[in-house]
């Protein structure tokens, strides 16, 4: 309501009328008007529900021989005006995706170089128990000194967390390991092609162990897994018992890490990149003893004189890169995780596999008949296809 008054010469407005229950105070002033009878008065309620104009009030007693005029106007909106939504900043979402981005180009470009120096390394010192443990060695010691240097922060954990942290790190520790050991017998295509079938390990271990059923749609997208997995093993070239079972063994383990670490690691406040540091280092403490017992600091120094009269200075650069690019590769698809769904970190870790698979046949020039390339291409495809039905992708 706007009240406005009028007065010659002056105007006075924008004064607030408000009619409340209690007694009226007396008016005093300039302005007299007549005094009025409270005998009957009582409470009343007014509302206004449509404009009240008021011309003057000329007929109220003594004011009628004043020249003043006193108008007093209530206006109602007679439409709501629109709400202002929160606008969207462009500039953070744009920066969101640009950081995704970077993360999947930094993801993949990282594997490719992991694995073409993790197969040199093989191919010269064919000591997969000691690749692995020194890979899992430089991560965590680059995690430790940076928690240290306060480079980053290091995470808060307690008993609990490491209790629930122990069967995933047993399950990432074989998983690491076989695959390792699959790649020291085969081609590096033809492990990742065998570690596409993932997806088939992860339903039916779901299935079979842990009672969970599965929409007809995701059953289905295993189909094209398994043939071209199967198709893909029959007509491999350089075919290895010992390396296609160290692929289809890593597929299972890393299915159990992931059981193990949805269930164990549930409420657990710790970051993508805090957590892999962690799985790292208690990786690092199961794996080391069984480092030594199958392979030994004695068959290592006999191999590494071997190597690197064969080789030279360059294995030993051979060795720490590939270690230093296994965990920078791992500890960036963690911390993507904490950016993106698990449905679009499927899709790009289908897309990595097939960037490793093309890359690795580049460089190392592996021979594959068209029949091979088709099992990889029909495999790899329905690993894209079960991303799209799979309830863990959601």
Known sequence: MICSLKQSPAITSGCDVYLRPRTLPAVQGSLHLPSLPLKNFQRSVLSVQKPLHISSLESFGSLKSRTSLIKCQAYEADQSEPIELPKVDTRSEAAKKLKIGVYFAMWWALNVVFNIYNKKVLNAYPFPWLTSTLSLACGSLIMLVSWATRIAEAPKTDMDFWKALFPVAVAHTIGHVA?????????????????????????????????????????????????????????????????????????????????????????????????????????????????????????????????????????????????????????????????????????????????????????????????????????????????????FSL
């Open 179 to 391: 695959a390792t050991v699959s790649m020291s017998k085969v081609a590096v295509s033809f492990t990742h092609i065998i570690k596409s079938g993932e997806p088939a390990f992860s339903v039916l271990v779901s299935r079979f162990l842990l009672g969970e059923s599965f929409p007809t749609s995701v059953y289905l997208s295993l189909l094209p897994i398994i043939g071209g997995c199967g198709l893909a093993a029959l007509t491999e070239l350089n075919f290895n018992m010992i390396g296609f079972m160290g692929a289809m063994i890593s597929n299972l383990a890393f299915v159990f890490r992931n059981i193990f670490s949805k269930k164990g690691m549930k409420g657990k406040s710790v970051s993508g990149m805090n957590y892999y540091a962690c799985l790292s280092i208690m990786s690092l403490v199961i794996l080391t003893p069984f480092a030594i017992a199958v392979e030994g600091p004695k068959m290592w120094a006999a191999g590494f004189e071997t190597a690197m009269a064969q080789i030279g200075p360059n294995l030993i650069w051979w060795m720490a890169a590939q270690s230093v690019f296994y965990h920078l590769y791992n500890q960036v698809s963690y911390m993507s995780l904490d950016e993106i769904s698990p449905l679009t970190f499927s899709i790009g870790n289908t897309m990595k596999r097939i960037s490793v698979i093309v890359s690795s046949i580049i460089i190392f020039h592996t021979p594959v008949q068209p029949v091979n390339a088709l099992g990889a291409a029909i495999a790899i495809f329905g690993t894209f296809l079960y991303s799209q039905v799979s309830p």
